[in-house]
């Protein structure tokens, strides 16, 4: 009987990822077993700060490993992390990126010790000029900071093969059709697509047009080594130009009426970094990734439920919009008429010991 398992963010050394799986008898050996189909939800590169060398060969590692998996045993899905190297990053050299990531840590360095408005000053008289391109230094100091042009040519490889999904199909054990993306889905998004219909499949189907649409039009320079950034607009905006991104890949779930909310700046229309849980499709089970525990505690406000409030990182979580009723909290919520429900599968692995580790068993995989 073959189990199929979501993994979520996996940002992390590889042979932690291993020890993941291996716990829940998802290995033969040091290859994924027969008889287990593996998702990962995205983000597979920048883990660690204090060694953005190391991390990048281990997201490197990983993502070949992963790779090397028929299509139909392990898939994957396209993350904000996975996209920068063939958007944001995509026409920075290594020796541009290094100079770049060292400045945005001096930057920092100069916020620590002198204040924001020294560091602004800096970010205007040396970033900008010698980076325009960027839209902010803790895009290369801190998000991005693992990236180098060998992750680039892998990333753009494996979109050029089709081994990138931006969205696919599962069914729960409780027998509910999922959309799985990176960072979950809005009524903005099935705007910008025109509407498709409300099942998963169908926006699935439109996602995946949409993506294979964007790969053909950089197919050719990529083919000849020529990294033309993709272009996965109006749905996912890259940074740039001192602004940052948003959209698909970006967006997370958080409460626009918290104290310290900054809906001018969260919820931008063009480029929103974070999305009001009330806008997500009723009727909609999805699966996602990219907010882990602590920062949906924070960004969800009197939201959450007390019990998702007494743990710290990790977890699988359901957010839930029963009308405009939002609730947040541990588990997967059993089946309801009428809800808007997403499964939140980041398990923090950057933070979260491997036995404390949850990995989202489905049904399968539809497509």
Known sequence: MTRT????????????????????????????ASDVVLVSIGDHFD???????????EGLRLLRWLASHDPEHVYLLFG?????????????????????????????????????????????????????????????????AAYTTEQRALVAELLLAGRFHIALTG??????????????VTSRELALL??????????????????GAAIERVRDDWSCGTYTPL?????????????????LLYHRPSNPDRPDADPAWALAPTRPRRFDPRTLP?????????????????????????????RKHGGIRTLRVDGDTVTYDLGVAPPADGVADMILVDGELRRVPAHEVSLLQLARVVG
């Open 80 to 144: 904000n992390h996975d996209a920068s190297r063939v958007m944001e990053l995509a026409l920075l050299d290594d020796a541009e990126f290094t100079r770049a990531r060292l400045l945005a840590r001096s930057i920092d360095d100069t916020e620590h010790g002198e204040g924001k408005p020294a560091a602004k000053a800096r970010v205007l008289a040396e970033f900008r000029p010698a980076f325009p391109a960027l839209p902010a230094p803790g895009v290369v100091g801190r998000d991005y």
């Open 171 to 184: 069914e729960l054990r409780d027998g509910r059709t999922a959309l799985l993306t990176h960072a979950g």
């Open 47 to 57: 883990y660690d700060l204090k060694d953005p060398a190391g991390a990048g060969r």
């Open 194 to 211: 025109g509407q498709p219909g409300p099942t998963p499949d169908a926006i699935a189907a439109a996602l995946e047009a949409f993506l």
């Open 282 to 310: 009723r009727g909609l089970t999805q699966v996602a990734g990219h907010s882990g525990h602590a920062k949906c505690v924070h960004e969800l406000g009197e939201w959450v439920c007390d019990s998702a409030r007494a």
């Open 231 to 247: 272009s996965l607009a109006p749905l996912h905006v890259t940074g740039g130009d001192g602004e940052e991104g948003g959209g």
């Open 5 to 32: 398992f979501v993994m979520g963010d996996p940002q992390a050394p590889f042979d932690k990822i291993l020890e993941v799986l291996d716990r829940h008898d998802a290995l033969d050996g040091d290859r994924v």
